[in-house]
Nanobody, 127 residues
Framework: QVQLVESGGGLVQAGGSLRLSCAASIRDFSRYVMGWFRQAPGKEREFVAAISWSGINADYADFVEGRFTISRDNAKNTVYLHINSLKPEDTALYYC????????????????????WGQGTQVTVSS
């Protein structure tokens, strides 16, 4: 049974920073591509960032503009999303997602490619 548990969200002022964590109960976590998505109120869920299981490759949505960094610690079965220079428009429920990767360089940006999802952690940015 795969379980993903996000944490680290909260209420922060614009310009602040957060580190989101996603702890995965997955056998062979080091073979899973991990992604972060977010859903703001009244909007569809959107891609934020993804990282290959080797950590070699990562990709980000355009709106990130260098403010976010995805990383992973395979020894701890955990993926992180560091968010700097938070903006009110970053307010959303942030989800962690996982899918088995076929190579160490693969990553996916479509939510349809992911098989497992967490419950999300809320990030609220005040102006």
């Amino acid at each position: 049974q795969v379980q993903l548990v996000e944490s680290g969200g909260g209420l922060v002022q614009a310009g602040g920073s957060l580190r989101l964590s996603c702890a995965a109960s997955i056998r062979d976590f080091s073979r899973y591509v991990m992604g972060w998505f977010r859903q703001a109120p009244g909007k569809e869920r959107e891609f934020v960032a993804a990282i290959s299981w080797s950590g070699i490759n990562a990709d980000y949505a355009d709106f990130v503009e260098g403010r976010f960094t995805i990383s992973r610690d395979n020894a701890k079965n955990t993926v992180y999303l560091h968010i700097n220079s938070l903006k009110p428009e970053d307010t959303a429920l942030y989800y962690c997602a996982a899918v088995y990767g076929h190579s160490g360089s693969d990553y996916y940006i479509s939510e349809r490619d992911y098989h497992y999802w967490g419950q999300g952690t809320q990030v609220t940015v005040s102006s």
